[in-house]
């Protein structure tokens, strides 16, 4: 067979490889461009809305061409719903969590993914298995245990972990360890050995090999991880309203709620309100993307 006839025949599968590629190059655009704007949309809508006067909303509905658009909205929002004082009061909540679970989560995974002891599968396990519990079915025991817990009057007015600022910094600590030991641990096992046996050689001990030698080397995947904590528990809403009674002490979710019972008619003020809460949460993503993106692609280009 001559190179020609060779040619002929490579040319239609090697024009039929490079058609399928760019069909499938179209697709995943068409997908990501469609995912997109689905996930857009509703927060297109909402700014939109909370733009609108409540009367011109009333009168033309809320699909319609606006025929003027105020920050009105926000300024309401942020006064009649006391957003300032329920907004710190999230901040009193999400900093400690986040620091202490950070921290927490860091020290069990340098003891399972860098000490060799037995137990170190089980504690895993253990603290994987954590995860899988819905928060639904602890509810009424956690209840009980937050009525009995003694706590510092410095820390609970009423003395009990009940009704505390402490008592959601907890139960939100205890439910995310479990997620970054497994993140973390996962990571800290991609660390070379050899870098710990020569600090052993050089005299470094346990604590020093993991805050000086681990947690730097840790930094991407912590502003990863500190990124979705911040998130998840600062739009925690559940916690919030089963174990805090007293509604000033309730973190910024639950100002939106009770801002919603007031003025259940008026969506244009509640969606000026749920921008505003929103913000903080896309400022630490901001301030934290590119560790948070290079912490999401560690996994691909280690093997």
């Known amino acids: ?31 990501m461009i469609g995912a997109t704007v689905l996930w857009i949309t509703p927060i297109v809508f909402t700014l939109y809305v909370s733009l609108r006067p409540y009367s011109e909303t009333s009168k033309l509905g809320y699909v319609s061409l606006p025929r003027s658009l105020t920050f009105d909205n926000y300024r309401q929002a942020w006064t009649q719903s006391d957003m300032l004082h329920f907004f710190l009061n999230s901040v009193a909540i999400t900093v400690p969590a986040v620091i202490l679970t950070l921290f927490f989560a860091s020290l069990v995974a340098f003891v399972v993914a860098k000490v060799n002891i037995k137990i170190n599968v089980a504690l895993l396990i253990v603290f994987t298995a954590g995860n899988l519990l819905p928060q639904q079915v602890i509810i009424t025991p956690l209840y009980r245990l937050y009525l009995l817990i003694p706590v510092p009057g410095f820390l609970s007015e009423s003395g009990l972990l009940y009704n505390s600022i402490i008592g959601l910094v907890a139960i939100n600590v205890a439910f995310q360890l479990g997620f970054c030991v497994f993140v973390l641990s996962n990571f800290m096992r991609t660390v070379p050995d050899e870098m710990y046996e020569a600090a052993v050689v050089d005299g470094a001990s346990l604590w020093t ?10 930094r991407p995947a912590l502003a990863a991880l ?11 809403f559940f916690w919030a309203i089963t174990l805090i009674e007293t509604g000033s002490r309730r973190p910024v979710t639950s100002a939106l709620a009770n801002l919603q019972g007031q003025f259940v008619s008026n969506q244009n003020l509640i969606a000026a309100a749920a921008m505003m809460v929103a913000i903080p949460t896309l400022v630490v993503y901001v301030l934290l993307q590119r560790q948070f993106i290079s912490g999401l692609t560690l996994g691909s280009t280690k093997g």
């Open 209 to 218: 090999r993991y805050w000086r030698l681990t947690m730097p080397l840790c």
């Open 226 to 236: 500190a990124t979705l904590l911040t998130t998840w528990i600062y739009n925690d």
């Open 1 to 31: 067979m001559t190179a020609a006839a060779v040619s002929e025949r490579v040319r239609p599968a090697r024009a039929s490889g490079t058609g399928r590629a760019r069909v499938g190059r179209i697709l995943s655009y068409v997908l």
